[in-house]
C-alpha cells in the first residue's frame, strides 16, 4: 500500500505520473506517453555516496538500453521539490 499522496505527488499527478513507489531508497513515478508510444520514469534515488539524485527516462519491457528522457522547467522544479523532501523525510546528506 502507498502511502498518502503529498502536495507534490499531486502536482506531479497533474504532470501525469503515478507514484508507483516510495521507499528510504527513492520514490518512482511512471508516465504513458500515448502519443509518442512508450513508458516514461522518474526516479528520485539515493545514490551509493549519500547523496540524491533525479533521472527520468524511457521504460521498455523488452530492451535493456534505457534512452534518457528530457524533463522540463517546471517538471524539473517539482523533481527538485521532491527530492528536498526526501531529504527531510530519510535523512539523506
Known sequence: MLAKLTRIDKQLAKQGYKKIGENKYGVMYRKINYIYDYTQRLDI??????????????????????ASVAM???????????????????GWD
Open 45 to 66: 534515488r539515493l545514490s551509493a555516496s549519500g547523496y540524491g539524485f533525479i533521472v527520468s527516462f524511457r521504460e521498455s519491457e523488452n530492451d535493456d538500453n534505457h
Open 72 to 90: 522540463n522547467y517546471q517538471l524539473t522544479k517539482i523533481a527538485i521539490k521532491k527530492l528536498k523532501q526526501m531529504k527531510r523525510k530519510y
